[in-house]
């Protein structure tokens, strides 16, 4: 079982910047996949980054590339998605989420499908205004 929790979200300006942050705990000893997710009310919940606890192993929606970067501190089992030159458009909850890498430690396939995930955490608003 992991245990994710998120934090950093908040309400900010168009242009603006915040960094989410993403602390796993419980069965953590293994890879993970790592995905940030968000949903805005009325929306399907969209995955926008996703990285690998233990190669770094890093994709990207289209919608964040070149404005949001997922990182991660081994040490302290947390995952990290600065988020840059954020849009109005980017305003929603989000959400992070793992499953255990497969052999060789890479991602599953569908890393931005929902179903892929087995643990999530409860979510951290972000709200951008123009």
């Known amino acids: 079982q992991v245990e994710l929790v998120e934090s950093g979200g908040g309400s900010v300006q168009a242009g603006g910047s915040l960094r989410l942050s993403c602390a796993a705990s419980?069965?953590?000893?293994?890879?993970?996949?790592v995905g940030w997710f968000r949903q805005a009310p009325g929306n399907e919940r969209e995955g926008v980054a996703v990285?690998?606890?233990?190669?770094?192993?890093?994709s990207y929606a289209d919608s964040v590339k070149g404005r949001f970067t997922i990182s991660r501190n081994v040490a302290r089992d947390t995952v990290y998605l600065q988020m840059n030159r954020l849009k109005p458009e980017d305003t929603a909850m989000y959400y992070c989420?793992?499953?255990?890498?497969?052999?060789?430690?890479?991602?599953?396939?569908?890393?931005?499908?929902?179903?892929?995930?087995?643990?999530w955490g409860q979510g951290t608003q972000v709200t951008v205004s123009s």
């Open positions: 989420a793992a499953t255990r890498t497969r052999d060789g430690g890479y991602c599953p396939s569908g890393v931005f499908l929902r179903e892929t995930y087995n643990y």
């Open positions: 419980g069965a953590t000893r293994s890879s993970l996949c």
């Open positions: 990285i690998t606890t233990g190669g770094g192993r890093i």
